[in-house]
């Protein structure tokens, strides 16, 4: 069971702006930085942003993150056909022995 | 070009057992912890397991404990996940990833995945 909650869903038209959030407690996101993977269909996770704000060699710069307090969001800028994708945050939790991961967002390009 | 590869994965009964596997290239496993994380179909991604580099520690996620566990052969580049007494609700794609050893413990590096059905 995720114990980070993310929104089902996030649309928005090529060019625009989409944001996704990510909700956590005081013993994951409130205590440790957070970690972004794109999912595109049918391929493993990628990392696009970690330490919650830090892009990865390679990740266009339309991606960014932050964090505040128990909640983190990642942006996606310049909306391009190829963002479409499942995207998860992940944290680690004081309670446990490893990373746990969010819901997961399902990006739709319309 | 770094690479990691799984396989083992097939259809097993419920109570039955795999081993699965992930030989890595471009880099050494002797400097990395190593992880395994599962997606069930058309659910979301479950961390399972992590094993450090000198194979002293290792962590299970509450689900797996007593019945999966976590192994490497740094000098074969590979690492391994046993799992015994599956059950239908371990069915699932496994990969293994790469630690990044840096803020946030980021997992850097995927393998494509191997699909574990356990079913009757």
């Known amino acids: 069971q995720s114990v980070l909650t993310q929104p089902p869903s996030a649309s928005a038209t090529p060019g625009q702006r989409v944001t996704i959030s990510c909700s956590g407690s005081t013993s994951n996101i409130g205590t440790n930085t957070v970690n972004w993977y794109q999912q595109l269909p049918g391929t493993a996770p990628k990392l696009v942003i970690y330490s919650n704000d830090q892009r990865p060699s390679g990740v266009p710069d339309r991606f960014s993150g932050s964090k505040s307090g128990t909640s983190a969001s990642l942006a996606i800028s310049g909306l391009q056909s190829e963002d479409e994708a499942d995207y998860y945050c992940a944290a680690r939790d004081v309670s446990l022995d490893g990373p746990v991961f969010g819901t997961g967002t399902k990006v739709t390009v319309l | 070009e770094m690479q990691l590869v799984e396989s083992g994965g097939g259809l097993v009964k419920p109570g039955g057992s795999l081993r699965l596997s992930c030989v890595v290239s471009?880099?050494?496993?002797?400097?990395?912890?190593m992880n395994w994380v599962r997606q069930a179909p058309g659910k979301g991604l479950e961390w399972v397991a992590s094993i450090n580099t000198g194979s002293t520690y290792m962590y299970y996620g509450d689900s797996v404990k007593g019945r999966f566990t976590i192994s490497r052969d740094n000098a074969k580049n590979s690492f391994y996940l046993q799992m015994n007494s599956l059950r239908a609700e371990d069915t699932a794609v496994y990969y293994c990833a790469r630690e990044f050893p840096g803020p946030g413990l980021p997992f850097d590096f995927w393998g494509q995945g191997t699909l574990v059905a356990v079913s009757s």
């Open positions: 471009g880099f050494s496993l002797n400097y990395f912890t």
